[in-house]
């Protein structure tokens, strides 16, 4: 499972350029829709027959790959398939990261510390 995600800096790119994604992540803001993400990998994970992986976004790909493809940029499934392009390309990360090591949010933080508390 190739899990998309903004980083901070996409994040706010996202919210600006697709009002639906806008409507179900801006009100709570980015440090609550990656807690949102990794609760998400937790829940899937078990039942999955590998690992869920984190694809860092940039709205530029995702707009680029719709465009390719004669779809919605601002629809879900034009983040899911760029996910599954990055990760097929190797731009996935490794999750859950260790306890210990930094989080795959880009928080700097311990994940046990951020998003795997």
Known sequence: ???????????????????????????????????????????VAPGAPRHPVVVPLTVARVRALAAANEF????????????YEVAQEGGALAWPPGRNDPCW???AKKYKKCCGR
């Open 1 to 43: 499972m190739a899990t998309p995600y903004f980083a901070l800096d996409e994040f706010a790119a996202a919210i600006a350029a697709w009002p639906s994604f806008a409507e179900d992540w801006a009100a709570d803001g980015h440090e609550a829709y990656a807690l949102e993400l990794d609760r998400r990998m937790r829940a």
């Open 72 to 83: 919605d940029p601002e629809a879900a499934e034009a983040r899911a398939r760029a996910a």
């Open 105 to 107: 949010c880009g928080s």
